[in-house]
């Protein structure tokens, strides 16, 4: 199963933002825009969700489906 993460996180807290996107690389996950990842680590995911809220920001987690092909 694959997730999509999708965060905001204020514009001048540019620690949190360059922490997340660390997190994200060294997760193994992929940009799919500016703060849009994909990954299919669920609770890694989670955990990020967390840390993204209790600096300030917005976070969520997306299932990632394909509806139609």
Same mark, same amino acid.
């Given at each position: 199963? +694959?997730? &999509?993460?999708?965060?905001? =996180?204020?514009?001048?807290? %540019?620690?949190?933002?360059?922490?997340? %996107?660390?997190? #994200?690389?060294?997760?193994?996950? &992929?940009?799919?825009?500016? /703060?849009?990842?994909?990954? %299919?680590?669920?609770?890694? #995911?989670?955990?990020?969700?967390? /840390? =993204?809220? +209790?600096?300030?920001?917005?976070?969520? =987690?997306?299932?990632?489906?394909? =509806?139609?092909?």
């Amino acid at each position: 199963m +694959s997730y &999509l993460i999708v965060y905001d =996180i204020r514009r001048l807290d %540019n620690a949190t933002r360059l922490r997340t %996107n660390r997190r #994200l690389r060294k997760l193994g996950a &992929l940009r799919l825009q500016h /703060s849009v990842w994909e990954s %299919n680590k669920f609770v890694h #995911l989670q955990a990020l969700v967390i /840390s =993204i809220k +209790s600096a300030g920001g917005k976070a969520l =987690i997306l299932k990632k489906q394909v =509806i139609y092909e």
